[in-house]
C-alpha cells in the first residue's frame, strides 16, 4: 500500500498541465530521493510564489503583489498605441521571447467555453473598454489560439468593446495552424503571422 502523503503528493503533481498520474510520480519520487534539499527549496519557492504573487490590476500579468502595475505597464517604450490580447501568461512569454510585439498585453484568463464552463463573466475584461481610451490604444492585436473557442473569444470580446473611433482589430495571419497555440509555434512562423496579421 502507498503511504497516504506520497500517494497526495503524486495526485497533486499529476493535476499540473501536461504531467499526468506517471509524471507525477516521476516528479514525487525524484523530489522525495534527492539529497540536495531541492524538495524543501522547491516547496519555499512555490510558497513564496504563492504568497507575493498576483495579477497585475490593469493587463493581468503576474508580478509582485502591492507593487502597482506591472512592468510592461510601468514601461513607457510600450505606450505605443497597441494592445495585445492573449490567454495567458505563456503567451505574453513566448511573445516575448520571439521579440515580436513592443506594446502591452491583456491577459483576458481562458477561452469561452461552454463544455469547460468558462463564461463571460470568467474573463478578464471588464476594464478592456477603459483601457483603449486611457492608455491611447489605436490597435488591439488577437493572438489567441486559433481554434473554435478561441474565435469564438475573439468575436464576443469585439462585440462588447463595440466600434472605436480610430481603433483597428487584427489577428494573427494566417501562418498560425488551425488549433495552434501560441507556446507550440516556432519563432520564424510566429513573426510572420504576426507581421502578416490582418484587419478584422
Known amino acids: 500500500m502507498m503511504n497516504p502523503k506520497i500517494e497526495k ?10 504531467v499526468g498520474n506517471r509524471g507525477g510520480q516521476r516528479i514525487a519520487l525524484a523530489l522525495l530521493q534527492d539529497k540536495t534539499g531541492r524538495g524543501n527549496a522547491l516547496a519555499a519557492a512555490i510558497l513564496d510564489a504563492m504568497e507575493n504573487i498576483s495579477p497585475c ?3 493581468g500579468v503576474l508580478t509582485d503583489r502591492g507593487g502597482g502595475t506591472c512592468e ?16 495567458d501568461l505563456s503567451d505574453v512569454w513566448t511573445l516575448e521571447k520571439s521579440s515580436v510585439f513592443h506594446g502591452r498585453y491583456h491577459i ?3 477561452l469561452l467555453s461552454g463544455a469547460s464552463g468558462i ?3 470568467d474573463l478578464n475584461i471588464k476594464n478592456l473598454s477603459s483601457r483603449i481610451g ?3 490604444i489605436t490597435e488591439i492585436i488577437f493572438a489567441l489560439p486559433n481554434t473554435v473557442e478561441g474565435k469564438t473569444t ?8 463595440g466600434n472605436v473611433p480610430d481603433v483597428s482589430f487584427t489577428e494573427l495571419a494566417s501562418g498560425v495552424p488551425l488549433g495552434g497555440e501560441l507556446d507550440y509555434i516556432d519563432d520564424g512562423t510566429l513573426t510572420l503571422a504576426f507581421g502578416g496579421r490582418k484587419t478584422l
Do not use: W
Open 72 to 87: 510592461f505597464c510601468r514601461d513607457a517604450t510600450r505606450a505605443n498605441g497597441q494592445l495585445c490580447i492573449v490567454r
Open 154 to 161: 475573439q468575436h464576443y470580446i469585439m462585440s462588447v468593446i
Open 108 to 110: 483576458i484568463g481562458g
Open 119 to 121: 463564461l463571460p463573466q
Open 57 to 59: 490590476p490593469r493587463c
Open 9 to 18: 503528493l503524486i495526485k497533486l503533481f499529476a493535476k499540473l498541465p501536461r
Open 134 to 136: 486611457d492608455e491611447n
